[in-house]
């Protein structure tokens, strides 16, 4: 099956640094990224969807100077936790939606996702 | 406003019983339905997925119909294992808003 990468799968920074996690689509291109974030015990929240090539859109809540989205290509999106601070930390999980060829609804692709990636700000 | 709503946990049940796990959705429209897994420390895994009305959608001994009268999607396994433990997601994606909608989330932990 369709296989999305995350990279790394755990990170620990000082407060006030900034990380990059990046996803990947390996076997597939990707219409659309999406990046959720996950609180212990709950459920995913998205944050933002992002289609290659263009700016991002962010969710209600979200601020998009802090979490900064890059989609450089269909196979390759990019979160940057900018000064991360003790309240970033979470499990962050990103996830990729297949292309289908020959003009298939959208309601048929398939959405996967990433293994996630814990970021742990001291 | 589109929402999922699924039954809360944590569901604790010993090897081989029978598993239901509750959702119902709000849409305008006609969604597609999905059940996801997270296990441990991992992201999620689709287990399943219903595109129109009573489809049933089947993977690894789990199904679920989709039944626009009730608006439901809930998942049955006829015999769980301990293995099956983990959290179980139920999501509905409109073409219109262009995104997964999650429910909260039922843990289920299944004894030996």
């Known amino acids: 099956g369709a296989v999305v990468s995350q990279h790394p799968s755990r990170v620990i920074c000082k407060s006030g640094t900034s990380v990059k996690i990046e996803c990947r689509s390996l076997d597939f291109q990707a219409t659309t990224m999406f990046w959720y974030r996950q609180f212990p015990k709950q459920s995913l929240m998205l944050m933002a969807t992002s289609n290659e090539g263009s700016k991002a859109t962010y969710e209600q809540g979200v601020e998009k100077d802090k979490f900064l989205i890059n989609h450089a290509s269909l196979t390759l999106s990019t979160l940057t936790v900018t000064s991360a601070h003790p309240e970033d930390s979470s499990f962050y999980i990103c996830?990729?939606?297949?292309?289908?060829?020959?003009?298939?609804?959208?309601?048929?692709?398939?959405?996967?996702f990433g293994p996630g990636t814990r970021l742990l700000v001291l | 406003g589109n929402s999922v709503t699924q039954m809360e946990g944590p569901v604790t049940l010993s090897e081989e019983a029978f598993l239901t796990i509750n959702c119902t959705y709000t849409?305008?429209?006609?969604?597609?339905l999905f059940w996801y897994v997270q296990y441990p420390g991992e992201g999620l895994q689709l287990l399943l997925k219903?595109?129109?009305?009573?489809d049933k959608g089947s993977n690894k001994g789990f199904e679920a119909t989709y039944r626009k009268e009730t608006t439901s999607f809930h998942l049955e396994k006829g015999s769980v294992q301990v293995s099956d433990s983990a959290v179980y997601f139920c999501?509905?994606?409109?073409?219109?808003?262009?995104?997964?909608?999650f429910g909260s989330g039922t843990r289920l932990l299944v004894r030996p």
């Open positions: 999501a509905l994606w409109m073409d219109s808003s262009y995104k997964l909608i």
């Open positions: 849409a305008t429209g006609y969604p597609s």
């Open positions: 219903a595109t129109k009305a009573d």
């Open positions: 996830s990729a939606r297949a292309r289908l060829s020959g003009g298939a609804l959208r309601s048929q692709e398939t959405q996967y």
